[in-house]
C-alpha cells in the first residue's frame, strides 16, 4: 500500500533547500516584469542603465540591511563563493592564513590557499562535524577565515575579531547572510552568495569589504613580487566595476532581478532583525520538535552552536531516513536530505527567511506521520 499523508497536514510550500533555496512567488513576479518589452531588463546589455539600475539596488539594498559601516564597500563578481575563495587567495593573503574547519565550506577555503604556490601552508583549526572549530590568535598569519555558518553541518559560529589591526577576518557567510545577526565592525569581509538566504539562483559572489580589505587588496596586487592576479581573481577590479553597478564580465540578470527583490522584501518586512526573528521562530520549532521525539536528535549537541538557518537531526537507526526523504518527496516536500560527505541517517531542513515557520511546522507533523506508519 503507498503511504499517503493526508492534504490537510501538508506545508502550503514544500520546499526546505539548504541552496538553492526556496523561491517567493513575488521574485518569479519580479522576473516576468523584468521580461516586459514595454520596460526590458532580461535581454538588455549589463552596461546600460536598466542592469545598472539593478546592480545598484542590490548594493544600497545591502548597505541597509546591514548597516554598513562607514567606508565599507559592497562588491559583487561572477562565479559564487566557490569562485571567491580563489579571489581572497589571490588578493588578500599576503603570506600565510589560518582557517577554522568545521564543515565543507571551511576545508574548501583551506584547501584553496594551501594549492597556492605563492603563499605557506595555512594553519588549520579543525573539529569534527557536529561541532565548531575557533580561530586562535597567531602571529605566523595575515589572514582569518571562517564561516559563519556550515550549510553541509547545521553548525553556527560567532563573527569575532581573533587577531590584530594589521590581520584581516574574512567571514564566509554563504547561508548565513541575511538570516544571521552580525557586526559588520567585527570583520573584514563578510561574503556570500544569493542562493541562500536570498532566494536567487547562483553564479555570483557579494562581499561587504572593510576599507582594510579594499586597501590590502591594492597592496596584495601591485606588491610586484611576481604574483599572477588574473583580472577575474582581481578584488580591486571588482571593487572598481562594483563603484560603476556593474560587474567585469556579463552576470546572470535573473539572479539580481530575484535578489534585489528579496533585498527590498526583507527591509520591507524589518529588516535584518525581522528576518533573524522569523528564521529563529523556525528553529526553535524543528529544535524543539525533535528533543521532544525519541528516534530524533540534533545532530549538533550545543544548542548554542545549532543553525536556526540550516537544521541537522539525526534519525534513530531504526528509522530509515532514505525512505522517509523519498515519501515526503512524492508529496512535494523536497530536499530535506543530508549533506551527502556527512553519510548521517539524518534530515536536513532549510530554514532561511522565505520559509514559513508554520510550514516547518507541517513538515515536522509530516515526518512524524511518515516514520510512526513506516514502523
Request: proline share 7%; hydrophobic share 40%.
Amino acid at each position: 500500500m503507498t503511504l499517503q499523508i493526508p492534504a490537510s497536514m501538508l506545508p502550503s510550500d514544500g520546499r526546505f533547500g539548504s541552496g538553492p533555496s526556496k523561491v517567493r512567488t513575488g521574485q518569479v513576479e519580479a522576473l516576468v516584469a523584468a521580461g516586459d518589452p514595454a520596460r526590458p531588463v532580461l535581454g538588455t546589455s549589463h552596461r546600460q542603465a536598466p542592469v545598472k539600475d539593478l546592480v545598484h539596488r542590490v548594493r544600497s539594498g545591502l548597505t541597509e540591511l546591514f548597516d554598513l559601516p562607514a567606508g565599507y564597500e559592497v562588491a559583487l563578481g561572477n562565479g559564487g563563493s566557490t569562485a571567491f575563495w580563489e579571489v581572497a587567495t589571490a588578493s588578500l593573503v599576503r603570506q600565510r592564513a589560518q582557517h577554522a574547519v568545521f564543515g565543507e565550506f571551511g576545508a574548501k577555503f583551506a584547501a584553496a590557499t594551501a594549492r597556492a604556490p605563492f603563499l605557506a601552508d595555512p594553519e588549520v583549526v579543525e573539529a569534527a562535524p557536529g561541532t565548531v572549530a575557533h580561530l586562535t590568535p597567531s602571529d605566523a598569519v595575515d589572514v582569518y577565515a571562517t564561516p559563519h555558518n556550515e550549510t553541509s553541518t547545521g553548525a553556527v559560529a560567532p563573527v569575532r575579531r581573533p587577531g590584530g589591526p594589521d590581520q584581516l577576518l574574512l567571514t564566509d557567510a554563504t547561508s548565513g547572510a541575511g538570516a544571521l545577526p552580525v557586526d559588520l565592525h567585527e570583520t573584514d569581509v563578510y561574503y556570500f552568495g544569493p542562493q541562500k538566504a536570498f532566494a536567487a539562483d547562483g553564479g555570483l559572489w557579494l562581499a561587504l569589504c572593510s576599507p582594510a580589505a579594499v586597501e590590502r587588496a591594492r597592496e596584495v596586487e601591485s606588491s610586484g613580487d611576481g604574483r599572477w592576479v588574473p583580472e577575474f581573481l582581481s578584488l580591486t577590479t571588482a571593487l572598481e566595476n562594483s563603484r560603476q553597478d556593474q560587474t567585469l564580465n556579463t552576470p546572470a540578470v535573473g539572479t539580481l532581478v530575484m535578489l534585489a527583490d528579496q533585498v527590498e522584501w526583507l527591509l520591507e518586512h524589518g529588516g535584518l532583525d525581522w528576518s533573524v526573528r522569523r528564521c529563529e521562530r523556525s528553529a526553535q520549532v524543528l529544535y524543539g520538535w525533535a528533543a521532544a521525539t525519541p528516534w530524533a536528535t540534533p545532530f549538533v549537541a550545543d544548542p548554542a552552536e545549532r543553525s536556526p538557518v540550516v537544521g541537522t537531526i539525526d534519525l534513530d537507526p531504526s528509522v530509515d531516513a532514505g525512505a522517509v526523504v523519498g515519501v515526503l518527496r512524492d508529496h512535494g516536500i523536497l530536499d530535506v536530505f543530508p549533506y551527502r560527505k556527512l553519510g548521517r541517517n539524518q534530515l536536513r531542513v532549510g530554514m532561511f527567511p522565505a520559509v514559513d515557520p508554520d510550514d516547518v511546522a507541517a513538515l515536522t507533523e509530516c515526518i512524524t506521520y511518515v516514520v510512526d506508519r513506516l514502523g
